[in-house]
């Protein structure tokens, strides 16, 4: 397997304080799941995933883990993330409708068109009113999951890294503090480096890097978990796929060859 067992290294204590991804694979890689109230980011280049495996960790604590969840998505308007979706059997509008799941609009309002959505961030990318709008939410709610899709659009908002750094780390305690277990997505462009603005993954619990890379002519998607502070994990890079049912990760088999 991997590192002398992950999985039987936990206490019964230690386990009732996991919250479960249930994305096939990946728990088993990280100690039964990720440490409750904590804040995590997924970090990627284009086509890795990192928005559909946030998405499924959203998901499956709604329908698996009876876990309401929250997205605040800055990249995509809601009814782009609805419809891109919906291909993995992920009816994301039926858990809006039930008052399980909120999509908050933070897009719209900085691409300068109107949102016909119930939940809008109003100014774009004021760290206190997104703060403020998930605070309220997690209020009426009641949830317990939380994604930010993405931090880049934030950071790029911000410009320096000293302040992308505490408006980050605001909104990451924040979270926590509020009793939300969150991703945080982060584009890369180059692999070696495990966050854009080399701060992002300072003010997070944990570092979970998507790889799509090019090796012999073919693409090759493998997943790291690059940190995560309070747990024991795998540090080896597992080979994962992206299915009709969303990611599934192979954590009993390794990718061994330099990319």
């Known amino acids: ?24 694979g990946f728990d088993e890689l990280c100690g039964g799941g990720l ?18 495996f946030a998405i499924q960790y959203i998901y499956n604590g709604i329908t698996k883990y009876g ?3 929250i997205i605040v998505a800055t990249e995509e308007r809601p009814e782009q993330i609805r419809e891109n979706v919906l291909k993995f059997g992920w009816d994301l509008k039926a858990l809006e409708d039930e008052g399980k799941l909120v999509i908050i609009d933070a897009c719209s309002t900085k691409i ?4 016909q959505e119930k939940y809008v961030d109003v100014r774009p990318f004021d760290i206190r009113s997104m703060m403020d709008q ?3 939410t997690q209020e009426e709610i009641d949830a317990k999951r939380c994604l930010v899709d993405s931090s880049t659009s934030i950071s790029f908002y911000l410009h320096d890294p000293a302040k992308i ?5 605001k909104l990451s305690t924040t979270l926590e503090v509020i009793g939300l277990t969150s991703l945080l997505t982060c584009e ?7 966050s854009r603005f080399g701060v992002e993954n300072f003010v997070t619990d944990g570092t979970f890097a998507l790889y799509y890379s090019m090796h012999e002519n073919v693409r090759m998607r493998s997943v790291e978990i690059y940190k995560m502070r309070g747990s ?13 049912d969303g990611f599934v990760i192979h954590p009993h088999e390794e990718v061994y060859s330099s990319f």
Not at 188 to 194: G, I, L, T
Not at 232 to 244: G, M
Request: charged share 30%.
């Open 1 to 24: 397997m991997f590192d002398g067992a992950v999985s039987e290294k936990i206490s019964m204590e230690d386990e009732a304080n996991r919250v479960k991804t249930g994305v096939p």
């Open 35 to 52: 440490i409750q109230d904590r804040t995590y980011l997924v970090t990627g280049t284009s086509g890795a995933g990192k928005t559909i």
């Open 67 to 69: 876990e309401n969840g």
């Open 112 to 115: 300068g068109i109107p949102s």
């Open 134 to 136: 998930i605070i309220a």
């Open 165 to 169: 750094r505490v408006e980050l780390l």
């Open 188 to 194: 890369v462009v180059d692999e070696d480096k495990p």
């Open 232 to 244: 024991d994990h795998s540090k080896k890079l597992h080979p994962y796929d992206i299915e009709k």
